[in-house]
C-alpha cells in the first residue's frame, strides 16, 4: 500500500491538472523528489534535476519536500490501519516506494473476505483524501511489487500463484539497486519472469559478489522461499477485542454502551490463560482516518471488567476526541502478566475490604492524578540518612523489610534535606545545652547518643562529607528531635568549624 498524500496537507494545493514536484537537495543541486500524475505525464521522473524538469515544462510547481513530516504522517497512518490488522510494518526501505505492509494472517474473514477487505480499505483512504495502491499475496515482497508495478489499483494474487502474478512485472518489483538493476538489464533481464529459468547458482555467479546475492535473496522473497521479517511499528497487544459499527458513533453514550461488551470480551481472553491486563489502551478509529486513544496503567494484573470500565472513566473516557464519529472501537491490554491467585482468611471478616482493593484504589488514584504522582518510600542502603530512602510506583504487593541486624532509633519524619540550627552552650563532644531552630529556641533536658556515622568514600559525591555524630534530643516540652553535628573538633577540616543539623523529628 502506497499512500501518496498526507491526511492532512499543511499547503495549499495545486490547481486541478497542473503538474506538481515535491523536491529535494540532491548530490549535485536540487532533484525531483515526489511527482503528481499530470508531472509523470508530461515525462518528467523522480531523481531528474529540477532544473531540467523547468526548462521541460516551464510550468511545473514546486515545492521543497519534508520527509519527516511525510514519515509522521505514515505512522499516524499506521496506526489507523490497526483497525485492519494488529501488525503494522511501515516500509521505508526503497525511497519513493514508501508505504505499509499488513499482515492479515487469518484475518481477512472477519471484513467479509480478502476481496471485500482491499475494497473497504481503498474506500476508507479515498474517504480521507489519500490515494492508494492496494495489494495482497502470499509474501510481502510479493504483495510490494503488485501493489507499486501492476496495472491495478486493487490486486488480489490467488494463493499459490505468485510466480504466474510477478512474471509479467519489472524486475524493479524485487525492490533492487539501481546498479543491480542496471546489471540486470544489460544482461536483457527486463521482467521478473525472465529469471525463473535461470539456475540459481548460475545468477548469483553471473553478477558476482554481493549483488548476485541479493538478486537470488529477492527472488526468494518475492516467490516465498526464503521469509522475509517485518518490523511492526507497534508490537501487537497479546489481547485486544474490537467492534466495527455499521453507523459512526458521535458521542461518548454510544462509547460507553459498547464498552462493557469489550471489557467482558477482553476479561475472558485473559481470563481463559491466567493473566490480567497491566497496561490498558482503548483506540477509536476515526472516520476521518485518524485515531483517538487513551492508555491506563494497572498497579497489579486485572481481569475484572468493572474495574477496568471505572479505571477508564477515571482516566478521562469524555477526553477521546471522537471527531466527525468512529467506526470501530478497540480495547486491548498492552502488557499483561500472570494473575496470582489469592487466598482469603478463614478469619477474615465476611464485609472486610477484599486484597484486590488496594490495587483497585491505587489504580483509580493514577489514574485521576497521574502515574508519576502515586508513588510509595523503600528502604535503600546507606550510610547517609537522608539518602536511605528512595520512591517506587505504588502497588498492593507488601514491601520486604529492611535487612538489618540492629535496631537503631530513627524519627517518624526525615527531613528531606537536613535543615542548620544554631546552637547555645555547646560542649566539645557532647550536645548542645540550647539550640535554635526556625527561629525558636529549644532547651535541651535530655540527650541520647552519639551514633557516629562515617563518610560514604565509595560513592561519587560532589562534595565531600565530614564525619557525623547523630543525638536523640528531648526540649522541655516533651518533642524529641535529631541533630547531628558535621565535623570533630580539631581532628578534621581544622579551617571549618564543625556545624550542627536536624536530620527530622520524632514525634
Known sequence: MRPTGSP?????????????????????????????????????????????ACAMLPRLISAP????????????????AERFSPSVAIDILMPGFEGLFLDMTGGAHLFGGEAAMLADLRRRLARAGIEACLAMADTPAAAWALARFSDRAETLAPAGGMREALGRLPVEGLRLEA??????????????????????????????????FRVVERLDQALGFSNEVLDPERPPPSYRVWTPFAEPVIDMAGVGVHLPGLAEALCGQLS??????????????????????????????????????????????ERLDLGFGIDALMLSAERAETLEARQARMDEAADAAPPQALAALIDRLQARLGEPAVRRA????????????????????????PERDDARLRPILLFEAPEPVQTLAELPDGVPA??????????????????????????????????????????????????????????????????????????
Open 434 to 507: 540550647r539550640f535554635i531552630w526556625r527561629r525558636v529556641s529549644r532547651r535541651v533536658v535530655k540527650a541520647e547518643g552519639p551514633e557516629r556515622l562515617g563518610a560514604e568514600w565509595w560513592t561519587l559525591d560532589a562534595r565531600p562529607q565530614r564525619t557525623r555524630d547523630y543525638y536523640c534530643v528531648e526540649d522541655e516540652n516533651g518533642r524529641r528531635y535529631w541533630l547531628y553535628r558535621e565535623g570533630l573538633y580539631g581532628r578534621e577540616d581544622a579551617d571549618r568549624a564543625p556545624s550542627w543539623w536536624i536530620a527530622g523529628v520524632f514525634a
Open 65 to 80: 519536500a519534508e520527509q519527516d513530516r511525510d514519515l509522521a504522517a505514515l505512522k499516524r497512518l499506521a496506526l489507523w
Open 179 to 212: 546498479k543491480a538493476l542496471a546489471l540486470l538489464k544489460k544482461f536483457g533481464l527486463k521482467s521478473i519472469g525472465d529469471l525463473y529459468g535461470l539456475p540459481r547458482a548460475g545468477l548469483a555467479r553471473r553478477f558476482r559478489g554481493e549483488i548476485g
Open 272 to 317: 481463559r490463560d491466567g493473566r490480567g491486563a497491566r497496561r490498558l489502551r482503548l483506540t477509536g478509529f476515526r472516520v476521518d482516518g485518524r485515531v483517538t486513544l487513551i492508555e491506563a496503567g494497572l498497579s497489579a494484573p486485572a481481569a475484572t471488567p468493572t474495574h477496568l470500565i471505572r479505571l477508564l472513566r477515571e482516566k478521562g473516557l
Open 8 to 52: 492532512q496537507p499543511q499547503r495549499p494545493p495545486p490547481p486541478d491538472g497542473a503538474p506538481f514536484a515535491l523536491i529535494e537537495k540532491g548530490v549535485h543541486g536540487l532533484t525531483l523528489h515526489a511527482l503528481n500524475a499530470a508531472a509523470r505525464g508530461a515525462g518528467l521522473w523522480r531523481g531528474q534535476a529540477h532544473a531540467d
Open 378 to 401: 523503600h528502604f535503600k542502603e546507606s550510610w547517609v540518612p537522608e539518602r536511605s530512602e528512595a520512591w517506587t510506583p505504588a502497588g498492593p504487593e507488601p514491601l520486604a523489610p
